[in-house]
C-alpha cells in the first residue's frame, strides 16, 4: 500500500514563503504523476499544481508565478515551493497520486500577520 507523507507546513506572514515536501512510500515513484491540492475552509478541494513523469508542470491561475512544483525521483519526493504567500493561500495542502486516486493526509498552511 503505497502512502504519501507531507510535511513543511506551518505559520508565515504575508509575502513569505513555504517549501512543502511529500515523499512516497513504495519501489516506484518516477513514472507517476504527482499533484498538489489545497482545500481552504468551507470550500471545495482545488488542484494547485501538477507535474508529469517527464517534468512538465502546471498551475492554477491562482498561484502561477509565485509557486513551483519539482520532483527528486531518486528520493521519491515532490516538493511545492510557495513564495509571495497571500492570505488567501490559507487552506491544508494535500499530496496526490491521480494512479491509484493516493491522498496524503494533508498539512496546513496559514498565511496570516
Known amino acids: 500500500q503505497v502512502q504519501l507523507v507531507e510535511s513543511g507546513g506551518g505559520l508565515v506572514q504575508p509575502g513569505g514563503s513555504l517549501r512543502l515536501s511529500c515523499t512516497a512510500s513504495?519501489?516506484?515513484?518516477?513514472?507517476?504523476?504527482m499533484g498538489w491540492y489545497r482545500q481552504a475552509p468551507g470550500k471545495q478541494r482545488e488542484l494547485v499544481a501538477q507535474?508529469?513523469?517527464?517534468?512538465?508542470?502546471s498551475y492554477a491561475d491562482s498561484v502561477q508565478g509565485r509557486f513551483t512544483i519539482s520532483r527528486d525521483n531518486a528520493k521519491k519526493t515532490v516538493y511545492l515551493q510557495m513564495n509571495s504567500l497571500k492570505p488567501e493561500d490559507t487552506a491544508v495542502y494535500y499530496c496526490?497520486?491521480?494512479?491509484?486516486?493516493?491522498w496524503g493526509q494533508g498539512t496546513q498552511v496559514t498565511v496570516s500577520s
Open positions: 496526490y497520486r491521480p494512479t491509484g486516486r493516493i
Open positions: 513504495g519501489s516506484i515513484f518516477s513514472i507517476y504523476v
Open positions: 507535474i508529469a513523469s517527464t517534468g512538465i508542470t
